[in-house]
T-cell receptor
Framework: QQPVQSPQAVILREGEDAVINCSSSKALYSVHWYRQKHGEAPVFLMILLKGGEQKGHEKISASFNEKKQQSSLYLTASQLSYSGTYFCGTELDRGSTLGRLYFGRGTQLTVWP | DAGVIQSPRHEVTEMGQEVTLRCKPISGHDYLFWYRQTMMRGLELLIYFNNNVPIDDSGMPEDRFSAKMPNASFSTLKIQPSEPRDSAVYFC??????????FGSGTRLTVV
């Protein structure tokens, strides 16, 4: 049930764009995105619910394709502060696993000046 | 709100000793999760509670691990006896149904 994230790592120059993908083999109810900086706890970015919505958070946005059970995180005009490891967390369609997330292995994003 | 509070921040213990990790969730949150993070395995869910009731403990590695949530404002994760392979960062997180998780700062456990 663990989602698959790609790529595993991304290196960018400040101002460049990046896309991080998250794919599940199971029907999903929601997808969460988190960012973790080195030595810190993961921090919640956004949640996308079943219905194919797209959400935005400053220059970071995400989409959820319910039919394909895929989500993508878009980082535009990247800033140094965007560096960190990005995790997607997937919540399976409502059932016995209500409320729990399965986390991907993470995508390490490094932004250079 | 002070967020999710975990203690201790760091714990170094000898193999065979008992270790107790503590967590205070955000007031009003009805879900509490215990995760373990290592380079090899990433973020693993150990156990989670809903309204203080354990829902799924299938991620608890062995009988050496146990978790309790005696009330809505406190949870513990205990390892007895501890082993070197238990060394990891242990995170507690809380949430409201349908909302994002708030993670605590974590406990870095080293078993020597």
């Amino acid at each position: 049930q663990q989602p698959v994230q790609s790529p595993q790592a991304v290196i960018l120059r400040e101002g460049e764009d990046a896309v991080i993908n998250c794919s599940s083999s199971k029907a999903l109810y929601s997808v969460h995105w988190y960012r973790q900086k080195h030595g810190e706890a993961p921090v919640f970015l956004m949640i996308l619910l079943k219905g194919g919505e797209q959400k935005g958070h400053e220059k970071i946005s995400a989409s959820f394709n319910e039919k394909k059970q895929q989500s993508s995180l878009y980082l535009t005009a990247s800033q140094l502060s965007y560096s960190g490891t990005y995790f997607c967390g997937t919540e399976l369609d409502r059932g016995s696993t209500l409320g729990r997330l399965y986390f991907g292995r993470g995508t390490q994003l490094t932004v250079w000046p | 709100d002070a967020g999710v509070i975990q203690s201790p921040r760091h714990e170094v213990t000898e193999m065979g000793q008992e270790v107790t990790l503590r967590c205070k969730p955000i007031s009003g949150h009805d879900y509490l999760f215990w995760y373990r993070q290592t380079m090899m395995r990433g973020l693993e869910l150990l156990i989670y509670f809903n309204n203080n009731v354990p829902i799924d403990d299938s991620g608890m590695p062995e009988d050496r691990f146990s978790a309790k949530m005696p009330n809505a404002s406190f949870s513990t994760l205990k390892i007895q006896p501890s082993e070197p392979r238990d060394s990891a960062v242990y995170f507690c997180a809380s949430s409201l149904a349908g909302r994002g998780y708030t993670f605590g700062s974590g406990t870095r456990l080293t078993v020597v």
